[in-house]
């Protein structure tokens, strides 16, 4: 490994080895438990009022705050309130709306290619399976997952964000770095009825506890859980 990726690798993890511990299986459900307990308000921090608002957010929350989307989507929601009104819109107006969330041209094109899709192919409807959503552009794994399981209860699978995939290296639940093979990892060791909630409860805890420059692990409820506590 060279200095270079050392320095990204401590980044990801917060500073602590990666590694999944033999005894994960063991230890995820009292993990869930204590997550439960303390964040019983955990949600989806992406504001939106249907599918469609909520598959715009997400591809909009890439590389960006959900704080800084919730800032910019009133004003495009306002605009292009349905998949027909975005789907008819001019590139430059949603760039102008968009360009404080970063990768503004990108995103505009998926937008707008995603809105052409669900017109052109589902009626102007977000269609309900993970296959259909992969259709879509600009809508990755990540994506499909935000949308069924916060806008339609289906939880297909686990949404792995930078959060979830720190927290899960510390917590020992895997070893990788890519999304997808942390979420197979996740999957079997969690009760499906809570994907969706896990992920939430996860990044309630990156923002609040174990933030990644300065984890609180004196305050944290995993502390005696997790193999890279500083207590």
Known sequence: MTVKQAAAERRRTGGYPARRTRDAPER?????????????????????RDAFELLCATILSAQCTDAR??????????????????????????????????FFRN???????MAQALV????GQVPRTMEELLSLPGVGRKT????????????????????????????????????IRIEQDLMPIFPRDHWTLL???????????CIARRPRCEECVLSDLCPSSRV
């Open 28 to 48: 995820a459900p009292e993990i869930l438990t204590r997550l439960l307990a303390a964040y019983p308000d955990a949600h989806c921090a992406l504001e939106h």
């Open 144 to 179: 499909a997952n935000v949308v069924l399981g916060n806008a339609f209860g289906n939880n297909a699978g686990i949404t792995v964000d930078t959060h979830v995939a720190r927290l899960s290296r510390l917590l020992g639940l895997t070893r990788h770095s890519d999304p």
């Open 199 to 209: 992920s939430h409860l996860l990044i309630f805890h990156g923002r609040r506890i």
């Open 107 to 113: 995103k505009t094109r998926s937008l707008i290619g």
């Open 120 to 123: 052109a192919d589902h009626g």
């Open 69 to 102: 989307v919730n800032i910019v989507t009133p004003v495009l929601f306002e605009r292009y309130s349905t998949p027909e009104a975005l789907a008819r819109a001019k590139p430059s107006e949603v760039e102008a709306i968009i360009q404080s969330t970063g």
